[in-house]
């Protein structure tokens, strides 16, 4: 089995225990957000994946672009890839861009 299955099955039991009892609390051990026990969110959902992913490719950084400063993301660290720059593609992304 994949990284990826394990992650698909710990995201599963974690939704179906929150569906279950209606809310869930999690600790903040394995947030990325806060270190302060909270409800379940879209967040630790991501942590879990990211987790798994870092598994299988401990070298690849992970880091949530909503969390830099304003000074961060105005220097470019959070920078939005283009698909198309001018007339060419970028290499990596314009096989997928349909106009």
């Keep these: ?15 179906r225990a929150y569906f279950k009892a209606g809310s869930l609390t999690v600790d903040g051990r394995s947030s990325s957000y806060t270190d ?6 879209w967040r630790d959902m991501f942590d879990i994946t990211i987790r798994w992913r870092q598994f299988s490719e401990p070298n690849d950084p992970v ?10 993301f105005a220097e470019g660290f959070g920078s939005h890839t283009p ?11 314009g096989p ?3 106009p």
């Design 1 to 15: 089995m994949s990284f990826a299955g394990l992650a698909a099955i710990e995201v599963s039991q974690m939704l």
């Design 36 to 41: 302060k026990p909270h409800s379940l969110n």
């Design 63 to 72: 880091w949530w672009v909503d969390l830099l400063t304003p000074e961060q």
């Design 83 to 93: 698909i198309i720059t001018g007339q060419c593609d970028v290499v990596r992304y």
């Design 96 to 98: 997928m861009f349909v």
